[in-house]
């Protein structure tokens, strides 16, 4: 099968991935000078310390031995254990990460409800009013810094107004629901926990629209260019000529064929979340994958940055596979090659 | 999915779409936002002044400080003894002190406390260069077994360090890790507060300790937000969702002062710049040269003009508000003219400096520039080279740079922390002499200072290492610096002790709001 013959080169890719990156990133890691064990037992600590934190973290063996240790445990899913928090590096991935994707797809679709439309109006309506609008508003998105925008947000929506809260993820005094996918918005609902729901969704509005607002610039001008390429295709043309209706003939053939070439962009756009998710998260004391890293490059927490830069890049390939799949989805005429 | 989850999952947007209502805290709640999630809450483990928040909350020690002194006093321990030759120290344990699971302080947690400290042997045990062994006597007697003697040790017992453990967590205990990963979150103390609970990168909330001995605190619960931003922490302070906010920058202090909720507190403290000359690395190897660039510093000039006056002059190594410090001790000024003729009496010219620094303090940049633009003026060429900190400190460790600006803080209040970190050319490069000072005279001095009890001669012992050092100036001693932060006026009770940076009395402060 067709499918089979995508997905499983990628699988091995996929290993090949995380081998090269565990490789540079673990050579990296010993090539910035710094020392660990000094960060741990602290500056001022005495040599017999500083070996002792040494031994205990296995930094007095051998390099080798110590990445034939780390690949071994990687197999086992054991990304080791942060040396700032001592915890292990998988669970504060799996304490981070929901934070970062509920953030992040809640952006996503922000961005997708209203840039699909604004593209479409925009070519719709080619060098009207609001075709102006949008352009406008799509570079605004594009070029604007999101620390700068987000602080606006906060002034205007929390301090100013007190409308929207400006950190975190729930408001002080309201228990997280009990964690069952990680996202706040589905387990209070699943919990029929309606405080935390609202807290939750009243959280993420500020972060989300920050986060959307870039990627919505970005698919508004692309939905923009292919409408205005598909707009000229002979079959719409002779769809008009038959007498269809505008709505319809925008919504089932245009805006259908307008948007295989956006499967790709929309890949992307979830990439640019990730490292959006940075700053964002670091302005709006958002707990997730962003500010645990910062925080552990600022720290040299090399597990933690090791264990964040596999995460990342499986998840990359991942989403590089489902954009191909989409795509096949899409377009029957892939399938076939 | 059934009917009446849809019909719930409508009301909840429903109720989503009514307007946020005030998110006042409480009156018994405090909410402290900071930029950075503590590393750990374990004493064993702990070195940063982030986590001693934590560990100085949650748990009591032998001794303490009292209030804003930096003399201890007692806190678990009611009375100690000394034999005379300062080996042997007996304490008596107070009754009464309950851990927060009720079960009572006594020596055996004392003992259990310390043997764990001693085993993890990670920063906190370095306190403790001597401890032998510690003996239970009885339930309410312990006893410390010293292999020297060692001055600064009944001070070294008040230190986050030092903390009684309640020996019930080793039922945490996993893989051998004497319940490091468990305490690295929670907390098993006899203090007035509580882990709990800790979300990671988000807030910690802690709990009074029901079986606390000491009067029952005002605060219900303290909340240690995270808030990584500075303009978001200062936007939570003036809306009132913040009671106090820490690293705030000079400039931002000042506009704070503006509003007449908001107190700044700004408050002397022993947190030290200086800058370390690489004594081993000519031509910084030649006194003169050292002399000549401690004259070339425009100290009131970084004060004013950097530090917005937020700070004062260093006055030998030894800081002010601790015993040891020489109020009449030498201070370099400004003075061009000496500096040139120290310089041109070296007979050294043609001088190149490198002076390597790193954001982690944000007034290296600045002073390094001050520092460039006056040697400019004795016809010094002084580079500046930015690095990332752990890479500062490796270079600093190793003895690979000119000049390096440090900051210094003491874990406990004696002028060891200062004197025989500097100057014992025994603890050169990154435990703490990091100008590579080596005078056997001073050496001599200071050792003999930390193993004497006699508290009278211990300090002629340190002024006069004080004078021999700074004679030789090994160091540039730029600062002292304030303390900062921002409260609300409504906060009351806070005590400010100059050995408790970032550490607040939870236990006695109160909110009138």
């Given at each position: 099968m067709a499918i089979t013959r995508i997905i499983l080169p990628r699988l091995i890719l996929l290993l090949f991935v995380v081998l090269g990156v565990a490789v540079i990133t673990f050579t990296i890691s010993h090539l910035i000078p710094g020392d660990p064990a000094r960060m741990i037992a602290g500056d001022r600590a005495s040599a017999e310390t500083l070996e002792n934190v040494r031994r205990n973290l296995g930094l007095d063996r051998p390099v080798v031995e110590q990445f034939t240790i780390y690949i071994g445990n990687l197999l086992q899913g054991d990304l080791g254990t942060s040396l700032r928090t001592n915890r292990p590096v998988a669970a504060d991935i799996r304490t981070f990460l929901p934070a970062t994707l509920e953030l992040g797809t809640v952006a996503l679709f922000i961005a997708i409800c209203l840039g699909v439309p604004l593209g479409v109006l925009s070519a719709v309506y080619k060098d009207g009013p609001i075709d102006q609008v949008a352009r406008t508003v799509s570079v605004c998105g594009i070029s604007m810094p999101v620390f700068w925008f987000g602080l606006i947000l906060i002034y205007v929506f929390y301090a100013k107004f007190q409308i929207l809260p400006g950190s975190g993820r729930l408001a002080m005094g309201i228990v997280a629901p009990e964690?069952?996918?990680?996202f706040l918005l589905i387990d209070s609902l699943l919990q029929g926990r309606f405080d935390a729901f609202r807290s939750a969704l009243y959280h993420i509005i500020l972060p989300g629209f920050v986060l959307a607002f870039a990627n919505m610039g970005v698919i508004t001008r692309q939905i923009r260019a292919s409408m205005l390429d598909v707009l000229q295709e002979d079959y719409i043309r002779t769809a008009r000529a038959s007498g269809l209706r505008k709505g319809m003939i925008i919504f089932n053939y245009a805006l259908r064929n307008a948007l295989i070439p956006s499967i790709t962009l929309l890949g992307l756009a979830l990439g640019d979340l990730l490292y959006g998710a940075v700053l964002t998260e670091t302005i709006f004391a958002w707990p997730g994958m962003g500010t645990y890293v910062v925080t552990s490059i600022q720290t040299l927490d090399f597990p933690a940055i090791m264990g964040f830069t596999i995460v990342a890049s499986v998840g990359y390939v991942l989403i590089n596979l489902l954009v191909d799949l989409a795509y096949m989805l899409a377009d029957p005429q892939i399938r076939e090659v | 999915m059934n009917g009446s989850k849809w019909k719930s999952i409508g009301i909840a947007l429903l109720l989503a779409s009514t307007p946020l209502s005030g998110a006042l805290a409480a009156q018994d709640v405090l909410v402290l936002a900071r930029a950075e999630d503590p590393p750990t809450a374990d004493p064993g483990f702990e070195i940063s002044n982030s986590g001693y928040t934590l560990t100085y909350a949650a748990y009591e020690r032998l001794v303490a400080y009292k209030g804003a002194s930096t003399e201890v006093g007692p806190e678990l321990a009611e009375s100690w003894t000394a034999d005379d030759a300062g080996l042997v120290w007996t304490f008596k344990i107070a009754a009464g002190h309950k851990f927060d699971d009720g079960s009572p302080v006594d020596a055996a947690a004392v003992k259990f406390s310390f043997d764990r400290l001693m085993k993890l042997k990670?920063?906190?045990?370095?306190?403790?260069?001597?401890?032998?062994e510690v003996e239970v006597v009885d339930p309410q007697t312990v006893r410390f077994h010293l292999t020297a003697p060692f001055a600064p040790f009944i001070s070294t017992l008040a230190v986050s360090g030092a903390a009684i453990v309640n020996p019930k967590v080793m039922e945490h205990e996993k893989d051998g890790d004497m319940a490091k990963a468990w305490l690295a979150e929670h907390s098993a103390g006899s203090g007035p507060y509580r882990i709990a609970s800790w979300e990671r990168n988000q807030s910690i909330v802690l709990d009074r300790n029901e079986h606390y001995s000491g009067s029952q605190p005002a605060l219900k619960q303290v909340v240690i937000r995270i808030v990584g931003d500075v303009s978001a922490r200062r936007l939570q302070l003036t809306n009132g969702d913040a009671d106090i906010i820490e690293q705030i920058p000079l400039d931002q202090a000042e506009a704070l002062q503006k509003d007449a909720s908001v107190v700044v507190e700004s408050n002397p403290s022993m947190y030290v710049n200086y800058i370390y000359m690489n004594n081993r690395q000519p031509p910084l190897d030649d006194a003169k040269v050292r002399q000549a660039i401690s004259y070339a510093v425009d100290y009131q000039g970084i004060i004013d003009g950097i530090m917005l006056g937020q700070a004062k002059q260093m006055r030998g190594a030894v800081p002010s508000g601790m015993w040891g410090h020489d109020p009449q001790g030498f201070q370099y000024s400004y003075d061009i003219e000496k500096a040139k003729a120290l310089l041109a009496e070296s007979g050294k010219g043609d001088i190149h400096l490198t002076y390597t620094f790193s954001q982690?303090?944000?007034?290296w940049e600045p002073v390094g520039l001050a520092l460039q633009a006056s040697l400019a003026e004795i016809g010094v060429k002084l580079d500046l080279q930015a690095v990332a900190d752990t890479t500062k400190r490796e270079l600093v460790a190793n003895g690979k740079f000119d000049m390096a600006p440090g900051a210094w803080t003491p874990d406990f209040a004696d002028p060891y922390m200062f004197m025989n970190y500097w100057f014992?050319?025994?603890?050169?490069?990154?435990?703490?002499?990091r100008s590579f000072y080596n005078n056997s005279k001073v050496t001599g001095l200071v050792q003999e200072a930390a193993s004497i009890v006699d508290e009278a001669k211990r300090k002629a012992l340190y002024i006069e290492a004080q004078k021999l050092s700074t004679d030789d100036?090994?160091?540039?001693?730029?600062m002292e610096k304030n303390d900062i932060f921002a409260r609300r006026a409504a906060v009351k009770g806070y005590v400010y002790n100059p050995?408790?940076?970032?550490?607040?009395n939870f236990g006695t402060m109160s909110k009138t709001e």
């Open positions: 964690r069952i996918t990680g | 990670a920063g906190p045990s370095d306190a403790f260069p001597v401890l032998k982690a303090d944000p007034a014992d050319a025994g603890k050169m490069g990154g435990p703490g002499n100036a090994p160091y540039l001693y730029i050995m408790l940076i970032q550490v607040y």
